[in-house]
């Protein structure tokens, strides 16, 4: 993954650098432990071709129950894809198909904060049935869905 993750126009919006190998493994170990809130869940997949099974990216959803109702979840998502793999579709195909994830276990708003400048992530997010709200947290905008 760090060679998928390794260049730079990757952080173009998001801020910050690629990691290297070490910091990276750091990174999943840390996400595989899980969150130290047992109200937080940290879900992580790998993006691979279907015919290859090259590694071209991740997405992610970090799912929390509200204070008031802890059958309230919320997920809020992310998305990464290689620059080589850019511009085929695999964005939206997988987070199409993590959303549908959520759906079935439960989930009933999915969230996702974009750089208002990032039209492929925008892009994505609309095939994924999230619409902009008008709400901005740290430049970003935030993206939702209502599930149920």
Same mark, same amino acid.
């Given at each position: 993954?760090?060679?998928?993750?390794?260049?730079?126009?990757?952080?173009?919006?998001?801020?910050?650098?690629?990691?290297?190998?070490?910091a990276l493994r750091a990174r999943?170990?840390?996400?595989?432990?899980?969150?130290?809130?047992?109200?937080?869940?940290?879900?992580?997949?790998?993006?691979?071709?279907?015919?290859?099974?090259?590694?071209?990216?991740?997405?992610?959803?970090?799912?929390? *129950? /509200? +204070? !008031?109702?802890?059958?309230?979840?919320?997920? $809020?998502?992310?998305?990464?894809?290689?620059?080589?793999? &850019?511009? #085929?579709?695999?964005?939206?195909?997988?987070?199409r198909g993590l959303v549908a994830r959520l759906r079935?276990?439960?989930?009933?708003?999915?969230?996702?904060?974009?750089?208002?400048?990032?039209?492929?992530?925008?892009?994505? *997010? /609309? +095939? !994924?049935?999230?619409?902009?709200?008008?709400? $901005?947290?740290?430049?970003?905008?935030?993206?939702?869905? &209502?599930? #149920?």
């Open positions: 993954m760090s060679v998928t993750l390794s260049d730079p126009a990757l952080h173009t919006f998001i801020g910050g650098s690629p990691l290297d190998p070490t999943y170990e840390r996400l595989v432990t899980g969150s130290p809130d047992p109200a937080v869940s940290w879900c992580n997949w790998v993006l691979r071709l279907r015919d290859t099974a090259q590694l071209t990216g991740t997405v992610q959803a970090t799912v929390t *129950a /509200t +204070a !008031a109702a802890t059958e309230d979840l919320t997920a $809020e998502i992310a998305w990464v894809v290689g620059t080589p793999w &850019q511009g #085929r579709g695999l964005a939206s195909e997988a987070v079935e276990h439960g989930i009933r708003t999915v969230i996702a904060h974009i750089h208002p400048d990032h039209r492929a992530s925008a892009a994505v *997010a /609309t +095939a !994924a049935g999230l619409a902009p709200t008008g709400e $901005e947290q740290d430049g970003e905008t935030r993206w939702q869905r &209502q599930l #149920r």
